[in-house]
C-alpha cells in the first residue's frame, strides 16, 4: 500500500464514518479516514459522538418501532437530505 493518499474532507468523513464503524472501508479507505481523524479534532470528537449514540441506543429494531417514531425519522431525514442538497 502507497503511503501517498489523498486527504479526506470533512463531508467526506461524515458520509463514511457508518462504514467505517461496521469494518466495511478498504483498506485504502480506512488508513484515509484514519489519517483525517488523527488530524481533525471535529471528526475525531463526531466519531466519538457516534460510537456513543451506538452503545446508548443499541440496536433498533424495525418492528420494535412505534409507528409515529418511524414517521418522525423518515421527515427528519427528508428534511436533512432537502436541507444537505440545497
Known amino acids: 500500500m502507497s503511503t501517498e493518499f489523498e486527504q479526506l474532507s470533512c463531508q467526506e468523513l461524515v ?8 469494518g466495511g472501508l478498504s483498506e485504502d479507505e480506512r488508513a484515509r479516514f484514519e489519517a483525517h481523524v488523527g488530524l481533525c479534532d471535529g471528526c475525531n470528537v463526531y466519531l466519538e459522538q457516534m460510537r456513543q449514540t451506538i452503545r446508548v441506543t443499541g440496536t433498533l429494531v424495525a418492528a420494535e418501532l412505534a409507528p409515529d417514531a418511524e414517521r418522525d425519522l423518515l421527515e427528519a431525514f ?3 437530505r432537502s436541507a444537505e442538497a440545497q
Not at 15 to 22: A, F, R, S
Open 78 to 80: 427528508r428534511g436533512w
Open 15 to 22: 458520509e463514511l464514518v457508518t462504514d467505517y464503524l461496521e
